[in-house]
């Protein structure tokens, strides 16, 4: 399966060099890595050392899904595997996700875990939960509403799933995160291997932490998204567990959406939320109800309510009658 690595630019300093050498050397003979600049002013791409399976594309700055789309359309490979300017390919990533690509075809993105750093100090602590949420992922999709499930630079795509999606889209959203949701909806399926494939380099100028389309409310409406066009494609009967700040704005959402909220759960003091009574989780045996989403923002909460459940209703399943959501 001939590969692609797709790797975007602005301005990446002398970091790019390392990680265009790591995908490299990931490649075998038929592979090509793909450098697309998006409007760089530091010269970083025209430096790059010469290697007869690198091309660099050129484009006006756009931003990075302008710049992932046109790497994406240019890209020969059977296999798109992704990879950000400052971060670097793991010995053997490829090795290990092409084994999944190849013994899946339903499967359209293989992504793995990710070693994370920091040159001038610490890792943030919300980070560091990230990424040890995300390496210790075992069920991508019934936790996709959570978090992103992949890591963007970690990832290798099925390239006729992509295209079968319609790409990266443009939108006041998180375009990865939006994209392995549109996978998901049209029936692929997504893998994580259990190898560390990618090491992360942590800083303040990270798009996640600068551009609007990676805030927490821009992840909420790419959710909201996904949930229109799939487990709530039609009006349902829910029950919303978590009446606090991670709750509130999905039990507005879904009200003003359509949906019956037969009741709210939670644990705290209150009589309604909205005009729906809150409940206590005691009362969850005696509701009927279509779907359960959990809206709690804080892990270990989260993972109190997956065990409460399985006391007071084991019948739901996580993934199927019950999702958390955040």
């Known amino acids: 399966m001939q590969v692609s690595w797709l790797i975007p630019v602005r301005n990446g300093g002398e970091l790019l060099q390392s ?12 592979d090509e890595v793909i450098v697309v600049d998006d409007g760089s002013t530091d010269g970083s791409v025209a430096t790059l050392a010469h290697h007869k399976q690198l091309r660099c594309l050129q484009q006006a700055p756009k931003g990075i899904v302008a710049a992932l789309e046109h790497g994406r359309k240019q890209a020969r490979g059977e296999l798109i595997a992704r990879l950000d300017s400052d971060d670097i390919a793991l010995p053997g990533r490829m090795r290990h996700q092409k084994r999944i690509l190849s013994a899946h ?18 890792v943030s602590p919300g980070m560091l939960r990230y990424v040890a949420w995300l390496n210790g992922l075992q069920d991508l999709h019934s936790q996709r509403l959570i978090e992103s499930p992949l890591f963007h630079p970690a990832v290798t795509l099925r390239a006729t799933a992509v295209e079968a999606v319609g790409g990266y889209e443009q939108g006041d959203f998180p375009e990865d995160y939006d994209l392995w949701l549109r996978l998901i909806a049209g029936g692929w399926k997504l893998e994580n291997v259990s190898q560390e494939v990618v090491s992360i380099r942590d800083h303040d100028a990270r798009l996640t932490r600068t551009d609007p389309r990676y805030s927490p409310s821009a992840f909420r409406r790419a959710k ?14 829910l029950v919303v567990w978590g009446a606090g700040r991670t709750g509130r704005p999905w039990i507005r959402w879904l009200l003003e959406s359509g949906h019956s909220l037969e009741a709210i759960i939670d644990i705290g003091p209150g009589v309604s939320r909205q005009g729906v009574p809150i409940q206590p989780p005691s009362a969850l045996p005696s509701l009927d109800f279509d779907l359960l989403l959990v809206a709690v923002g804080i892990p270990i909460a989260r993972q109190e309510i997956r065990e409460a459940l399985r006391d007071i209703r084991p019948d739901l399943v996580e993934g199927k009658n019950w999702w958390a959501i955040a």
């Open 19 to 30: 990680a265009v050498d790591s995908a490299i050397s990931e490649c075998g003979p038929a």
């Open 105 to 122: 075809p339903s499967t359209a993105a293989v992504g793995g875990r990710a070693q994370i750093h920091r040159e001038n100090g610490p």
């Open 224 to 237: 909201q998204r996904h949930l229109q066009a799939t487990l709530l494609n039609q009006p349902r009967r």
